[in-house]
């Protein structure tokens, strides 16, 4: 791997990108420590030990949070954003209609997106304020106060930075951009997280089984990403214009996981915004708002292991069915089979073919589906069966996205070097 990673080093388009990714990958490192001004860092540090939630929330702005820096929201506003835009293409027709319109539609509906990130920003960074006034981190300061809106324009330009950051890397780097913000933050909290663990008391017995488990997860998601159904297809002898094809079978791959990372990242959001939404409220003055801001935090967090771990079992089933619907059209694939002369042998083309290949994407789905919240879980019931590893129970997310995203990014360099006639990485 490593010969085959100099090779495509020496390719002077591929460098150009890896250099291009790592690079704005540093401008992010360094942007996580520019801090709003006016911060009690001693304050700061108080509140994430004492506030489990923050820690979880914490892991999308790679410690831009747990800094109070300019990035402190992370990218958490995009992906709700681009969750509320792909639920209202269901909802509203126009947007549906827009959406299969090919590249201009995907172009216009990035752009709503982008312009719905802005006020989400502004809400989530005016919310994490009241939160840091209310704990003594930053001063007092009235809403239409230059102050207090300076620091909501510094949050949300923040936001605004890291999409257009992940926005260049998918465009002129590798991967996809917001996937390698999120594995970049993940990989730059892995010492902070491991850190106090190991060298705690009994920290190698405790340790251990986390490693373990740490490795059959990255050997089963590699296991699962790589697998996938191989439907035949069999195509008649046709004529493209003088040339006489002949009849050939041809294989249509399905994966078993056709959303990839993108359902766990959209389950821990929408699993993380009703807490996060109600941890700004616990301090409130009026005492009903207090009560069931209070409620939301301690029932529908990771405070409480099974409620908690529970929802994030059905959200990621959920999300991965969800998304895989917009990956993949049985009716749009059925129809490109009829009018090219393809056929599934054993099925009439047209809408059993669509039929057939709904049930088939159907079952490999729930497979996938079911192992990536499984091991998105299993993290939870290791923090609860062995004491003083609850700094990990986001471990198994982690574990999913960074090797996820190592996975896709070496298959797009994969193919970019066999386009070379170059020796892969993948064997």
């Known amino acids: ?150 620091l909501l324009v510094s949050f949300t330009a923040g936001t605004i930075l890291l999409m257009w950051l992940g926005e260049l890397i998918s465009e002129r780097g590798l991967g996809n951009g917001i996937s390698f913000i999120i594995f970049a933050g993940i990989v730059g909290r892995i010492p902070d997280q491991a850190g106090p663990i190991i060298t705690g008391p009994d920290g190698l017995v405790r340790i251990i089984p986390f490693a373990i488990i740490a490795i059959v997860v990255i050997a089963g998601v590699v296991f699962i990403n790589e697998g996938q159904r191989r439907i035949p297809v069999q195509y008649a002898s046709r004529v493209r214009g003088r040339r006489m094809l002949q009849a050939q079978t041809q294989y249509l791959p399905l994966k078993v996981t056709m959303a990839g990372v993108i359902p766990i990242i959209f389950a821990i959001s929408i699993l993380l915004f009703p807490a996060q939404i109600a941890q700004y409220f616990t301090a409130s003055d009026i005492g009903w708002v207090q009560a069931a801001a209070t409620w939301v935090v301690n029932n529908l967090s990771a405070n409480n292991v099974l409620v908690y771990g529970v929802l994030y079992f059905v959200l990621v089933v959920f999300f991965t069915y969800f998304y895989t619907a917009f990956q993949f059209r049985p009716d749009q694939t059925a129809d490109y089979l009829r009018k090219n002369g393809g056929f599934i042998p054993g099925i009439r083309p047209g809408r059993p073919t669509e039929e057939f290949l709904s049930r088939v994407t159907s079952r490999i789905t729930l497979g996938g589906a079911t192992f990536l919240a499984s091991i998105a879980v299993l993290p939870l019931i290791v923090s609860v069966a062995i004491p003083g590893t609850e700094a990990l129970q986001l ?26 006639h170059y020796e892969g990485f993948i064997r």
Do not use: C, H, W
């Open 1 to 150: 791997m490593i010969e085959s990673l100099v090779t495509a080093f020496r390719a002077p388009d591929i460098r150009r990108k890896i250099l291009f990714t790592l690079g704005i990958l540093l401008i992010f490192r360094v942007l996580t420590n520019v801090p709003v001004p006016n911060v009690d860092q001693e304050r700061l540090s108080q509140l994430f030990e004492t506030n489990q939630l923050l820690g979880l929330l914490d892991l999308f702005s790679g410690g831009g949070l747990a800094t109070a820096s300019i990035i402190g929201m992370g990218v958490n506003p995009y992906i709700n954003s681009s969750i509320i835009m792909q639920l209202m293409q269901g909802v509203i027709p126009s947007l549906g209609e827009l959406a299969r319109e090919g590249e201009y539609g995907r172009n216009r509906i990035n752009q709503y997106t982008r312009l719905l990130t802005v006020p989400l920003a502004f809400a989530q960074g005016y919310g994490f304020s009241v939160l840091l006034e209310a704990n003594g981190v930053i001063p007092q300061a009235e809403l239409f106060s230059f102050q207090k809106l300076a």
């Open 395 to 420: 471990g198994g997310t982690s574990i999913l996205i960074v090797v996820s995203v190592v996975v896709e990014t070496m298959k797009q360099l994969e193919a970019q070097m066999l386009m070379r």
